[in-house]
């Protein structure tokens, strides 16, 4: 039923029309999720998806970079939304930036991490952001994805809340929080790299913490849901410690 629920939610917003914005801006929309398109110079568009919290009105506000699971990106990014990150962390308040990856190659590949960097940026020019209260999630290959832009960019993320992904390669020294959800049960990506990484974190004194589920499969993306929603006061006490 979860991945029945995947593919009508792409397939809808993959016939949906998106806001193209000029080249290199993204378009100031009001509160609400919108699917947008973000044109590069010399590069592919990247398409996405955003959800702009209810109430703002200027005020600086947080950031989530969400990054989608693997498979087909066309409307990954909105599929993943609905039915992960929304439902899981609209308590903060902040606004929740999912594009759709360009190509193979996963979230550290040099197209995606280009774009991805120019859509960042821009969503900062276009709208207030708390810039240090930015954080980046995401499922599976997305989770994965999580834990390389932590590692290399550590000075634009406050946290990381990586989900049923697997760890990148060690970086040293380590600057991010995490918080990591996994399944004991998970068949494509074991817990056992993500115990070692937490426990290897804690051990080196970061705030790491894994929340760990059983009876849920790698594919019912929405049944991890509840324990993300765990990381909510998590990531509040780690910027009020900031």
């Not at 390389?148 to 809340?161: D, I, L, M, N, T």
């Not at 765990?230 to 900031?242: G, H, L, S």
Request: aromatic share 8%; glycine share 10%.
């Amino acid at each position: 039923m979860t991945m029945f629920r995947v593919m009508i939610c792409v397939l809808a917003v993959w016939l949906a029309p998106a806001v193209v914005g000029a080249q290199g801006q993204v378009p100031v929309v009001s509160p609400g999720v919108h699917d947008l398109t973000f044109a590069q110079a010399n590069a592919p568009p990247i398409h996405f998806a955003l959800s702009v919290p209810q109430g703002y009105r200027g005020q600086p506000v947080p950031l989530i970079l969400a990054l989608h699971f693997g498979g087909d990106p066309n409307g990954a990014g909105r599929a993943m939304l609905d039915i992960l990150i929304l439902p899981a962390m609209a308590d903060l308040g902040a606004f929740i930036v999912a594009p759709d990856a360009l190509g193979g190659g996963g979230w550290g590949s040099a197209p995606n991490e280009k774009a991805v960097n120019a859509l960042l940026a821009s969503v900062e020019k276009s709208y207030a952001i708390d810039v240090t209260r930015v954080i980046v999630t995401g499922y599976s290959m997305g989770g994965a994805g999580a834990w390389y832009w932590a590692g290399k960019y550590p000075e634009r993320f406050s946290a990381a809340v990586p989900v049923a992904g697997r760890p990148a390669e060690a970086s040293s020294p380590w600057r991010v929080p995490v918080f990591a959800v996994h399944s004991r049960d998970d068949q494509v990506n074991p817990i056992g790299p993500t115990e070692q990484r937490v426990a290897d974190l804690k051990k080196s004194g970061v705030n790491a913490r894994l929340v760990v589920l059983t009876g849920v499969s790698h594919y019912e993306t929405n049944r991890f849901a509840a324990a993300l929603r765990q990381a909510v006061p998590w990531i509040r006490e780690v910027w009020n410690a900031r």
